[in-house]
């Protein structure tokens, strides 16, 4: 079970198990968790998808940014997603484990409802 506590206004921490984050205007702020939920939903998917395909991955970085619309409720307009990844697959193959991972992603899956998804993959 995850708790959230808040004082002093939009201060708070978020605690899970023996892990804590900071949230607030010096911390982190709701959009800095939902890219980080998606991006390790997203990355768990990847690795599933590359170990099924024989491809090995030494590492990823995931760079997740989005815009959000001017309305009320201010959902997100577009997510651009960007997998800098070392292995020694090509990046054509690397490409297809991220697009297999988009689909089985319930986090990907969920924020597309309200936006459009963005992603690509590069070699680091």
Wanted: aromatic content about 8%.
């Amino acid at each position: 079970m995850a708790l959230v506590v808040f004082e002093n206004g939009f201060q708070g921490t978020y605690e899970v198990g023996n892990q804590t984050l900071k949230i607030g205007q010096d911390a982190l702020l709701p959009y800095d968790m939902t890219y980080g939920a998606l991006s390790a939903c997203l990355y768990s998917n990847y690795l599933k998808h590359a170990g099924a395909a024989g491809i090995e991955i030494r590492k990823t970085e995931v760079y997740v940014d989005g815009k959000k619309r001017n309305a009320v409720p201010a959902t997100l307009e577009t997510v651009d997603i960007l997998f800098r990844t070392d292995s020694d697959a090509d990046e054509s193959a690397l490409q297809a484990c991220l697009e297999k991972a988009t689909e089985t992603c319930s986090m990907f899956q969920t924020i597309a409802c309200v936006a459009k998804m963005n992603y690509r993959v590069e070699k680091l």
